[in-house]
């Protein structure tokens, strides 16, 4: 597979953990499943459930797209999961 995979996880907590992968989206999750690294957000947080993946062709695209996405409120990160573009919109304007 070439290029890679965005994803949002919501963890047993309620919190979401955003992360990319070159892998098939099935294994990644797995892997946080079975907490394969003790030390990730994910591992105390289990179980985990797959909420939304977004694979792009090129691997720059998609981490560009992880690192403004991490920068999102919860509230932004639900309208793009949800794909309403128009609430993405306004709570992307700035504030005056």
Known sequence: M???TVYFLECADGSYY???TRRDIETR????????????YTAKRRPVKLLHAEHYDRI???VAAERRMKGWSRAKKE???RGA???LRRLSARRT
């Not at 999750?29 to 990730?40: F, G, I, K, N, R």
């Open 18 to 20: 955003l992360g990319i």
């Open 79 to 81: 309208a793009y999961m």
């Open 85 to 87: 573009f128009d609430t």
């Open 60 to 62: 720059d695209e998609a």
């Open 2 to 4: 070439s290029g890679a």
């Open 29 to 40: 999750v797995s892997e946080h499943q079975q907490a394969t690294d003790p030390l990730c």
